[in-house]
């Protein structure tokens, strides 16, 4: 269940002093930052008291992910004089978190994560103010992001980052320069990590860059439903096809122990009939969620360097980052940066269509697959049309099951051609695809 809470009634400010002029007091260095009288080479002379102005009574940051990341991005934005902050978070703090999350206590067990960080902050940075906003990013309508004048992301989900990365493309009007909403994300892995500053339509996106990723071990979806033969086939049929099919209108939550429960007995059922063995919690909770590591050392230097772009981003006191940077932690500390480049046949930010080549005899269902596993678009649960009618729906169940027949039926059975123009959706993204069928018709 999502909720929305009102930041002014949930967190109020503590008592106290009234709020600083400026944040010489307990931030001097930064202070001095600000009032040096420094401007990078394409940058015009300015009074830097208007930066500062600027920066504590004008500047609105919306901080996405309230985890080991998060908290340490938010805590970093308070310190550095950002007085007007959102904090958007879904979660709630588990036990498991108190080890890397450090705003969390055992007390705060099953509280919103957004707004028990937001409290921990504003309790301790007199002159801040935090709203918190407890539900999923894409409940928000978009007049929510176009109030802000950055966005940090702070998240371990692939699917949420690409989402909130095509969604500010997509807000960008050519006509109004305010359109476009800086943003910076984060990532950590283990020991590695990455920041990044991306100017929607200007530079690359999150999008552009997705092929970087590790491969998520995928399955066909016809072996899922038909010819499972190992235990992660199981659960990913329990999580993707019989959920939505015996619990409609419901959505899975992948952070409720209950959901998971649910998923690892039905798993179990299924592994049964087809003689497979191995199905665990710690492997349910695993495939369900694609689980990665975390490390507090490695979020606290990804998170310091997204708030020194953040920083300079608002301030202009130096040039910020283009595009990428790569921190690794594996064998000493090193660091990267880069410019990575914006790629024409990007789905979001490149305009183009993409196009894919096939056999006129290859099945829906291979487009499906090939769908899920191109490392540059990588679907989740892609539905896809034609103009001649709708081809496969994920979702919901009664379209899925109507549709389902048409996976074992070749592109020339339904009567796609050389050229023909796809419709692809998914749950990553707030958009829909254009895919053109490069068609190659085996000799006969």
């Known amino acids: 269940m999502s909720i929305e809470l009102d930041a002014a009634a949930a967190v109020a400010p503590p008592e106290g002093p009234p709020y600083a002029t400026d944040i010489g007091g ?114 928000k309508e978009l007049d929510f992001y176009k109030q802000f004048h950055m966005i940090l992301c702070g998240l371990d989900s692939v699917e949420a980052r690409r989402w909130m990365n095509a969604t500010l493309v997509h ?38 860059s997705l092929d970087m990723l590790p491969k998520r071990q995928t399955y066909p979806i016809c072996t899922i439903a038909n010819t499972p033969r190992l235990p992660e086939h199981c659960i990913e049929w329990a999580s993707i096809l019989e959920w939505p099919r015996t619990r409609p209108g419901e959505k899975l939550d992948k952070d409720d122990p209950q959901h998971i429960q649910w998923v690892m007995e ?30 507090a050392s490695t979020n606290a230097i990804i998170a310091a360097a997204c708030t020194q772009e953040a920083f300079k981003i608002a301030t202009s006191t130096a040039p910020y980052l283009n595009n990428y940077m790569m921190y690794a932690g594996n064998d000493g500390m090193y660091t990267y940066t880069f410019e990575y480049a914006k790629r024409v046949d990007c789905p979001v930010c490149g305009g183009e269509s993409r196009t894919i080549t096939l056999a006129s005899t290859d099945t829906l269902a291979h487009l499906v697959d090939l769908l899920r596993d191109l ?30 027949p048409n996976l074992d039926k070749t592109l020339a059975e339904l ?23 490069d068609l190659l018709t085996p000799p006969h």
């Open 266 to 295: 039905h798993a179990i059922e299924r592994a049964k009939q087809h003689g497979i063995t191995g199905i665990t919690w710690s492997l349910t909770q695993g495939v369900v969620k694609n689980i990665i590591p975390a490390i």
């Open 26 to 139: 307990s931030a001097p260095a930064m202070n001095a930052i600000l009032r040096h009288p420094y401007a990078h080479g394409d940058m015009a002379p300015h009074d830097p008291a208007t930066s500062q102005a600027f920066l504590q009574n004008e500047c609105r940051v919306l901080i996405v992910g309230a985890g080991g990341l998060g908290c340490e991005i938010l805590v970093n934005m308070a310190l550095m004089g950002f007085r007007d902050l959102h904090i958007i978070d879904m979660d709630t703090i588990d036990v498991s978190n108190l080890n890397r999350q450090f705003l969390f206590r055992e007390k705060d067990i099953g509280q919103p994560k957004a707004t028990t960080a937001a409290s921990f902050v504003m309790q301790r940075a007199a002159g801040v103010k935090i709203t918190p906003h407890v539900c999923r990013i894409q409940a």
């Open 375 to 404: 490392p540059d678009i990588q679907c989740k649960r892609p539905t896809i049309s034609s103009e001649k009618g709708p081809l496969y729906y994920a979702a919901p169940p009664a379209l899925e099951e109507a549709t389902r």
């Open 171 to 208: 807000m960008v009007d050519e006509a109004d320069p305010r359109s476009l909403i800086p943003l910076i994300d984060g990532g950590t892995e283990g020991l590695r990590g990455q920041a990044r500053v991306i100017l929607p339509t200007i530079t690359s996106c999150y999008e552009c």
């Open 415 to 437: 009567h796609l051609r050389a050229d023909d123009v796809v419709s692809v959706a998914d749950p990553a993204w707030p958009f829909v695809l254009s895919v053109v069928l």
